[in-house]
């Protein structure tokens, strides 16, 4: 069996279309691989494991109708093999304690603790707003400012800038994350380092804001009043859905990803207006020269962030870019990796810095070192 005829195989698996010899084919496979790659493992490990699993989808073994009383609970069976045979391979969080210090390889002489909840909202007059870390996000509705879970935040009314309508900015720095409800109801969860800008109010024909970072959006629906995200390079205009957009100064691409709905992308490149019209499931990556759409990425990898841990499949200079932003630290390469060392993995975004540069450590051919802020990337 090919990889393609397996991958078919699984396809019709997970649409429940399988007849009762196949189904038992893929649990089988799964059983033979007895659950030994649950850790944080490079690539090339991956398509290693791969191999092997594509090798036990043998249908023509006379022992397929033996395995099916191993797996009675045939959703566990489909999760797991779905995790082996496309998903990222995950680390054991057992492997160390709850200060999130390794034990199994050695406690670090130094440690950064994990970003948190923080934010502040800047009025159009400059005052900042200090919001507070031990809330999770903050309503603005009309004049006025709410946490979520419906008490005052500590400023009178927004109307401390002369005027009515006026413009905020939300920002989250570097090791924050924050939700923000706007005025007609829409939420936005910001990643770290991340801004948005936006009216108390939304008077006009669109419903308008600007977004630097990262941020997740639900926008809520107003046929009459389209929501228009702008951003680095591009415009993004929805009715009413769920999709993940960042636009980060210090990265080549921004990337669009939708989960719900459809939304439609204006770019400007090489001096033309281009339009693009995303579905769920599709994604639109933009740079200074060109666009490209991806039609599967791994949209639990790109909202992981939101959902409080980190899935990475991807280089280890990507990786500790979004290490860098989370933990507030410097990332300084003493040797260069030319992006070819990668990893994939996922684990919670509450443990400290040293629980993920041990696993990295442990999966590939780099190390670590933490110096107050500062993390050393080598060989």
């Known amino acids: 069996m090919n990889n393609k005829e397996a991958k078919e195989l699984l396809d019709k698996y997970f649409a429940g279309e399988c007849t009762p010899e196949e189904r ?66 995950f680390f054991n969080a057992a492997r160390h304690d709850d200060s999130g210090l390794l034990t199994e390889f050695g406690a670090r002489s130094q440690d950064v603790a994990p970003g948190k909840n923080g934010a502040t909202i800047t009025l159009a007059n400059g005052k900042v707003i200090q919001l507070s870390d031990a809330k999770t996000g903050v309503v603005v509705g009309g004049m006025h400012l709410k946490y979520d879970d419906g008490s005052q935040v500590p400023v009178s009314s927004l109307t401390e800038s002369k005027g009515g309508v006026q413009n905020l900015t939300a920002s989250t720095a570097r090791g924050q994350t924050y939700q923000f409800t706007l005025p007609d109801g829409t939420k936005v969860w910001l990643n770290a380092d991340s801004k948005i800008s936006f009216p108390t109010q939304f008077n006009g024909r669109v419903r308008k804001i600007l977004l630097t970072g990262e941020g997740y959006f639900e926008v809520r629906k ?74 599967n990425p791994d949209l639990e990898e790109i909202t992981a962030w939101k959902d409080g841990y980190f899935k990475f499949s991807e280089s280890l200079e990507s990786i500790m870019a979004k290490v860098a932003r989370w933990y507030n630290v410097e990332i300084i390469y003493q040797d260069n990796f030319n992006g070819k060392l990668k990893f994939l993995g996922k684990i919670s975004r509450t443990k400290n810095l040293s629980a993920i540069l041990d696993i990295i450590e442990s999966a590939g051919n780099v190390h670590f070192k933490i110096e107050g802020r500062r993390v050393t990337v080598m060989k």
């Open 24 to 89: 038992l084919l893929v649990e089988r496979a799964y059983n033979l691989q007895d659950n030994q790659y649950t850790q944080f493992i490079s690539e090339e490990k991956y398509e290693e494991i791969k191999a092997q699993v594509w090798g036990n989808l043998d249908l023509g073994s006379s022992e397929v109708k033996k395995s099916y009383r191993l797996w009675p609970h045939i959703s566990v069976a489909a999760a797991a093999i779905a995790t082996i045979v496309f998903g990222v391979y």
């Open 222 to 295: 107003d046929k009459e009043h389209p929501f228009i995200v702008e951003s680095r390079g591009q415009e993004v205009e929805v009715l009413g859905t769920h999709f993940n957009l960042a636009a980060y100064l210090d990265e080549s691409l921004t990337k669009t990803t939708l989960l719900e709905g459809k939304v439609k992308i204006l770019n400007r490149l090489k001096d033309s207006l281009q339009e693009t019209i995303l579905n769920p499931g599709q994604q639109m990556l933009l740079s200074k020269s060109e666009s490209h759409l991806i039609l």
